[in-house]
Nanobody
Framework: QVQLAESGGGLVQAGDSLRLSCAAS????????MGWFRQTPGKAREFVATISRSGGSTAYADSVKGRFTISKDNAKNTVYLQMNSMKPEDTAVYYC?????????????????WGQGTQVTVSS
């Protein structure tokens, strides 16, 4: 069993920065690729960013590329999402997730375990 707990969400203004954290427990964190997804009411969950087991490979949605950075600290069992130059359209509930295997993925169905989500609201 794997437990994931996101933190760091909140209300910010457009152009501000925010860093989300996701603490993992219950399984060897260093053996897993991780991902961040987000969801707004009435819409499907969408991919935001993913990182490989080692942290050496990352991928981003086009909508956040150049503004968001995903990173992983295996010693702390934590994955981060640094969000800069935020826009109102970034408003969503953000979820972290873990998948089996070392390779990153932008497909939600590849991920077996999910956190409870953290709300991010960006005002204009």
């Amino acid at each position: 069993q794997v437990q994931l707990a996101e933190s760091g969400g909140g209300l910010v203004q457009a152009g501000d920065s925010l860093r989300l954290s996701c603490a993992a427990s219950g399984r060897t964190f260093s053996s897993s690729a991780m991902g961040w997804f987000r969801q707004t009411p009435g819409k499907a969950r969408e991919f935001v960013a993913t990182i490989s087991r080692s942290g050496g490979s990352t991928a981003y949605a086009d909508s956040v590329k150049g503004r968001f950075t995903i990173s992983k600290d295996n010693a702390k069992n934590t994955v981060y999402l640094q969000m800069n130059s935020m826009k109102p359209e970034d408003t969503a509930v953000y979820y972290c997730a873990t998948k089996s295997g070392p390779y990153p993925s932008d497909r939600s169905y590849d991920y077996a375990y999910w956190g409870q989500g953290t709300q991010v609201t960006v005002s204009s």
